[in-house]
T-cell receptor, first 115, second 111 residues
Framework: EAGVTQFPSHSVIEKGQTVTLRCDPI?????LYWYRRVMGKEIKFLLH????????ESGMPNNRFLAERTGGTYSTLKVQPAELEDSGVYFC?????????????FGEGSRLTVL | GQNIDQPTEMTATEGAIVQINCTYQ??????LFWYQQHAGEAPTFLSY????GLEEKGRFSSFLSRSKGYSYLLLKELQMKDSASYLC????????????FGTGTRLTVIP
C-alpha cells in the first residue's frame, strides 16, 4: 500500500514568489492534515480536511496560505507571496475516519526554502 | 495553549536501555503519542497512551501518568538504527484529531 506522498521534496524560491505543495494521502483516508516545522521549532498543525471540507484551519499563519482539497483526494497548499519566515518543512498526514488511536500517517515532507 | 517538553538530545550505547521523558501541560487530555523520525524521512507512529500505565511493544514501551502530565518512551536493546528523533505529541484536548508536538529528542546511539 502506498504511503502519503508529497511533492516537491524540496523547493527553493525567492521572497515574493509563489509555491504550491501537493500531498497525496493514503487511498481511502478521509482525514488529511498539513503541518509545518520551522527550523529549531516543533511540528505545528496548520489545518485539517475531512474529505473536501476544511474541518479546522486554526493553525494557518495568515491569508498568504491557501489549502485546497478538491474532490476529497489530493490536497495542495499554496503560499503566495512567500516570505522568508515561511521556510521550513511542510508535512502532510492522513488518517482513516477517526480511529481510536488517532494514528496519523505522515509523508516525508516538502522542504521549502525562501531566499 | 499546550506546552510539551522533552530533552533536546540524548546519547546512549548500543545494547543499552534509554528512557526519553516528556512532560505536558494542556487544557485537557485526549491521548499521547510517540513518533520516530529518521533524518529526512516521515515521522512514523510508535505508540499511543490514553490511560495510565505502560504499553509495551517489542523493544519499545511507553508509559503515561495523566495526574503528573508525564510520559516516557523506553527503548531496550538499543540498535544503531534507533538513532533518530523521537517526537512526543498530545492529541488536541478539544476532541479534534490534530496533534500538538514537542520539539523532539534527537537520540544518538553509539557503538
Amino acid at each position: 500500500e502506498a504511503g502519503v506522498t508529497q511533492f516537491p521534496s524540496h523547493s527553493v524560491i525567492e521572497k515574493g514568489q509563489t509555491v504550491t505543495l501537493r500531498c497525496d494521502p493514503i487511498s481511502g483516508h478521509d482525514n488529511l492534515y498539513w503541518y509545518r516545522r520551522v527550523m529549531g521549532k516543533e511540528i505545528k498543525f496548520l489545518l485539517h480536511f475531512v474529505k473536501e471540507s476544511k474541518q479546522d484551519e486554526s493553525g494557518m499563519p495568515n491569508n498568504r496560505f491557501l489549502a485546497e482539497r478538491t474532490g476529497g483526494t489530493y490536497s495542495t497548499l499554496k503560499v503566495q507571496p512567500a516570505e522568508l519566515e515561511d521556510s521550513g518543512v511542510y508535512f502532510c498526514a492522513s488518517s482513516y475516519g477517526t480511529p481510536n488511536t488517532g494514528e496519523l500517517f505522515f509523508g516525508e515532507g516538502s522542504r521549502l526554502t525562501v531566499l | 495553549g499546550q506546552n510539551i517538553d522533552q530533552p533536546t538530545e540524548m546519547t546512549a550505547t548500543e545494547g543499552a536501555i534509554v528512557q526519553i521523558n516528556c512532560t505536558y501541560q494542556t487544557s485537557g487530555f485526549n491521548g499521547l503519542f510517540w513518533y520516530q523520525q529518521h533524518a529526512g524521512e516521515a515521522p512514523t507512529f510508535l505508540s499511543y497512551n490514553v490511560l495510565d500505565g505502560l504499553e509495551e511493544k517489542g523493544r519499545f514501551s511507553s508509559f503515561l501518568s495523566r495526574s503528573k502530565g508525564y510520559s516516557y518512551l523506553l527503548l531496550k536493546e538499543l540498535q544503531m538504527k534507533d538513532s533518530a528523533s523521537y517526537l512526543c505529541a498530545v492529541r488536541d484536548p478539544t476532541g479534534a484529531n490534530n496533534l500538538f508536538f514537542g520539539t523532539g529528542t534527537r537520540l544518538t546511539v553509539i557503538p
